[in-house]
């Protein structure tokens, strides 16, 4: 069975740029949760999807974060302008209802 | 408030030892689910245990059991017979199941160090 697939697994860009993160969810999986590692601010939520729709995006940190499910298979986490306070590890996780969820990899996002 | 506390930043045990990671939690919700995770220095996060509130017994998944103490509201991660692959960064975490919240809240985790 294949995890939670997320790509790139490291991108490295000059402030400004767009940075367009990638993730598929396991299949059959309902939820899709995308999730920032600091070392500062250890791990945070920044939105979820519930059957393809944004339940909660609080935790996206402004506006230039935006992030899409287009369907059950696929979800992109978008960062324009991206700003060197933006470099950290990405995660995309996925579960059925309650279960426990299940992290992809993680993008390691490097900002110069 | 916070949610979840992991108050040891770091641990360390000899190996073949027992060890005990703390965790405590705050929810007014009679109904949650906790849930451990460990992340080794490669960076993936992966499950280890989960404990449901309503659960009477507490969880094991082989070397691991999770101590719950619903009126302490705490839930400590026990590892037994600690191995040098159990170093790693772990995380306790809570899901409120009441409502539609589905997401994850996270301690700030406890660095383990297994000792040869």
């Known amino acids: 069975d294949a995890g939670v697939i997320q790509s790139p697994r490291h991108e490295v860009t000059e402030m400004g740029q767009e940075v367009t993160l990638r993730c598929k969810p396991i299949s059959g999986h309902n939820s899709l949760f995308w999730y920032r590692q600091t070392m500062m601010r250890g791990l945070e939520l920044l939105i979820y999807?519930?059957?393809?729709?944004?339940?909660?995006d609080s935790g996206m940190p402004e506006d230039r974060f935006s992030a899409k499910m287009p369907n059950a298979s696929f979800s992109t986490l978008k960062i324009q302008p991206s700003e060197p306070r933006d470099s950290a590890v990405y995660f995309c996780a996925s579960n059925r209802d309650h279960n426990e969820q299940f992290f992809g990899p993680g993008t390691r996002l490097t900002v110069l | 408030a916070q949610k979840i506390t992991q108050t040891q930043p770091g641990m360390f045990v000899q190996e073949k030892e027992a060890v005990t990671l703390d965790c405590t939690y705050d929810t007014s919700d009679q109904s949650y689910g906790l849930f451990w995770y460990k992340q080794p220095s490669s960076g993936e996060m992966i499950f280890l245990i989960y404990q449901g509130s309503y659960d009477e017994q507490n969880a094991t998944e082989g070397r691991y059991s999770l101590n719950f103490q619903k009126a302490r509201k705490s839930a400590n991660l026990v590892i037994s017979a600690s191995q040098l692959g159990d170093s790693a960064m772990y995380f306790c975490?809570?899901?409120?199941?009441?409502?539609?919240?589905?997401?994850?809240?996270f301690g700030s985790g406890t660095q383990l160090t297994v000792l040869p």
């Open positions: 975490a809570m899901r409120e199941l009441s409502g539609s919240a589905r997401q994850l809240t």
């Open positions: 999807f519930n059957n393809n729709v944004p339940i909660d």
